[in-house]
């Protein structure tokens, strides 16, 4: 079953736990952490205490943190210990220290995932594909949430589902930007395994009907 990262970047942060905690209950399978520096993406987001805090109100949830930010090692061990359990950095981010990168999330504890921007080809990920838990799609541009779905992406999943396959991986496939109930099934059938989704769910007036539709993606 395809499964569902809500990503609190659209939830209400008057009251994040609760507003989280509504979308678990109705099946949400896991919470997604966009983090935004400022500087390798324009806007800012949320750092390290914002996810000690959201983790211990909800502890036994699955934490995918997403690091659009210039240095993910120097910052990749607080969120770690602030219950991270699998973190992303971007390709761009680190071009010239993509192994270094995913050693030093590795050291952690954390698995690790890497994600690529629309305008990078789903190649760049090959040579470090046996070395990840997880690559990340971005069907947008990182930095802003509510933008529209690029069908490119679909494309670049099918290939690297293709090329995981071929060589007996099990690395997961996920996609992150204008996912919703007519994208979101797209990306399952172009080989997400995960999808993230923000407004399309928070916003949702029944969320429910949200999550069943993309739980039956495939």
């Keep these: 079953m395809t499964k569902i990262a809500a990503s609190i970047l659209s939830a209400d942060f008057a009251d994040l736990a609760a507003d989280c905690r509504r979308l678990l209950v109705q099946g949400?399978?896991?919470?997604?952490?966009?983090?935004?520096?400022?500087?390798?993406?324009?806007?800012?987001?949320f750092g390290a205490p914002v996810l000690d805090c959201l983790h211990k109100a909800l502890p036994d949830v699955y934490y995918d943190v997403h690091l659009m930010?210039?240095?993910?090692?120097?910052?990749?061990?607080?969120?770690?210990?602030?219950?991270?359990?699998?973190?992303?950095?971007?390709?761009?981010?680190?071009?010239?220290?993509?192994?270094?990168?995913?050693?030093?999330?590795?050291?952690?504890?954390?698995?690790?995932?890497?994600?690529?921007?629309?305008?990078t080809p789903a190649q760049a990920v090959y040579p470090y594909l046996d070395d990840l838990d997880l690559v990340l799609v971005m069907c947008v541009e990182p930095g802003f949430g509510g933008q529209k779905f690029m069908p490119s992406a679909l494309e670049k999943l099918d290939a690297l589902r293709t090329e995981r396959d071929r060589r007996g991986l099990h690395t997961l496939l996920e996609v992150d930007g204008g996912v919703n109930t007519e994208t979101g099934p797209q990306c399952a059938a172009a080989g997400a395994d995960w999808l993230v989704t923000g407004s399309a769910l928070f916003k949702a007036k029944d969320p429910a009907a949200v999550i069943t539709t993309l739980h039956g993606s495939h």
């Excluded at 949400?28 to 987001?45: A, E, K, Q, R």
């Excluded at 061990?77 to 050693?103: C, M, Q, R, S, W």
């Design 28 to 45: 949400t399978d896991l919470l997604h952490f966009d983090v935004m520096d400022g500087h390798f993406v324009p806007n800012i987001s």
């Design 69 to 119: 930010i210039s240095d993910p090692v120097k910052y990749a061990p607080d969120f770690a210990k602030a219950g991270a359990n699998l973190i992303t950095f971007h390709l761009e981010a680190v071009p010239d220290a993509v192994a270094e990168t995913i050693a030093a999330i590795r050291a952690t504890g954390c698995r690790v995932g890497i994600s690529i921007k629309p305008g």
